[in-house]
Each structure stands twice: as C-alpha cells, then as structure tokens.
C-alpha cells in the first residue's frame, strides 16, 4: 500500500508564497510521474504540474512561471513551490503518484489566499 501525506498548507496573503511537501510511504523512485492537482470549491479537480523521474516537468498554464515542482528521491518527496500567489490558486491540494498501472492520492492540504 503506498501513502501520499501533503504537508505545507495555509493561509496567505496574495502575493506571497507557500511550499508543498508530499512525502510517500515508499521508494519514492517508483513513482512515475508525481505531481500536484488541486480542486477549488465547486470545480473539478484540476492538474497544477507533475513531474516524471527524469525530472520532467510540466504546468498548467494558470501557474507557469510562478509554481515550480520539484523532487527529491533521497527524501522520497515532491514538493510545490507557489510564488506570487493568487486569491484564485485557493483549493485544495493534491500529491498524486503513478505506480505501475494505478495511481495514489494523499489527503490533500487546504491552500487559501486572502486578497
């Protein structure tokens, strides 16, 4: 079984930042790819960025150039770093990894930002 636990939520005034952690439970170089999704209230969940194990990335449009995804395998963790935050990149985020043929969720963390 393979856990995902975010870490790194809160509350921040626009502009500022924030960073994610996921730590998950396993090798972490398994994992392939890792990424963040997010889901505000009453919208779907949608991607943020993932990242591959050879440190591929990728971001949703609403974010580039102010999120950067990031891994460390030692530390069997993937991190959100969020700059220049938003009111609207208020939701929930999510750890999302991809093992085999199955991915895992963490239990995401609650991200809110005060304009």
């Known amino acids: 079984q393979v856990q995902l636990v975010e870490s790194g939520g809160g509350l921040v005034q626009a502009g500022g930042s924030l960073r994610l952690s996921c730590v998950a439970s396993r090798s972490f170089f398994l994992f392939n790819p890792m990424g963040w999704y997010r889901q505000a209230p009453g919208k779907q969940r949608e991607l943020v960025a993932t990242?591959?194990?050879?440190?591929?990335?990728n971001y949703a449009d609403s974010v580039k150039g102010r999120f950067v995804i990031s891994r460390e395998n030692a530390k069997n963790t993937v991190y959100l770093q969020m700059n220049s935050l938003k009111p609207e990149d208020t939701a929930v985020y999510y750890c999302?990894?991809?093992?085999?043929?199955?991915?895992?969720w963490g239990q995401g963390t609650q991200v809110t930002v005060s304009s």
């Open positions: 990242i591959t194990s050879g440190g591929s990335t």
């Open positions: 999302n990894a991809w093992l085999g043929q199955r991915d895992y």
